[in-house]
């Protein structure tokens, strides 16, 4: 079975321009969750998505969004790129959201570059 | 951002060498995951621990989810050059609708050294 797939996997950007990550989960998983992680905040969860609704949200501001498609593909967005918004961006997915043993399986991440 | 505490920062043992490392939060949790990075790679999925004072085992690893839920320990045993990496717990509470989000420590690095 493959794993969770995050395209692409390094991108560099200018401040002010905006960027689209994808990530496909792991076949059947219909939950799909973001992470940011920097050297200086470690790990940040971004937001979750099950079944095209977004569920939770993190603590970042509002140029991020994402979606989640019919086939729980996701999507992610930053509009107007700054220097801080460099990071490892990582997708999860699960079954489903919270049980016990829905446990979250990782992507290899999208290492985003601003300059 | 939130992180949970987690402790040694850094570890440099020998080849065959016992390993421990703890994570603490000031929020009770339901559910303590363990995760280990590799260089350019998204974490990996160690242990999972749903109960308070479980104890689960991982081949050469176990961790312990604590009693009061507001910690949890992870050890590796007889230590091996591909233990090398960063480990990270995360704590996750579901409460009321559920939800996949993870508070993620602050990480260790595992250095091994044949």
């Known amino acids: 079975k493959a794993g969770v797939t995050q395209t692409p996997r390094y991108l560099i950007k200018t401040r002010g321009q905006q960027v689209t990550l994808s990530c496909s989960p792991i076949?059947?998983?219909?939950?799909v969750s973001w992470y940011q992680q920097t050297p200086g905040q470690g790990l940040q969860f971004l937001f979750e998505?099950?079944?095209?609704?977004?569920?939770n949200k993190g603590n970042f501001p509002g140029r991020f969004s994402g979606r989640q498609f019919s086939n729980s593909r996701s999507e992610m967005n930053v509009s107007t790129l700054e220097l801080g918004d460099s990071a490892l961006y990582l997708c999860?997915?699960?079954?489903?959201?919270?049980?016990?043993?829905?446990?979250?399986?990782f992507g290899p991440g999208t290492r985003l570059t601003v300059t | 951002g939130q992180q949970l505490n987690q402790s040694p920062q850094s570890m440099f043992i020998q080849e065959g060498e016992d390993v421990s490392m703890n994570c603490t939060s000031s929020s009770i949790f339901n559910t303590w995951l363990w995760y280990k990075q590799d260089p350019g790679e998204g974490p990996v999925l160690l242990i999972a621990l749903y109960k308070a004072g479980e104890l689960t085992s991982n081949g050469r690893l176990t961790a312990q989810f604590g009693i009061t839920r507001k910690d949890s320990f992870l050890n590796i045993s007889a230590s091996i050059p591909s233990d090398v990496g960063i480990y990270f717990c995360a704590g996750q509470l579901r409460r009321g609708g559920a939800t996949n989000k993870l508070i993620f420590g602050t990480g260790t690095l595992l250095a091994v050294q044949p």
């Open positions: 076949s059947g998983h219909r939950s």
């Open positions: 998505y099950f079944s095209e609704t977004q569920r």
């Open positions: 999860a997915s699960s079954l489903a959201p919270g049980a016990p043993g829905y446990e979250q399986y």
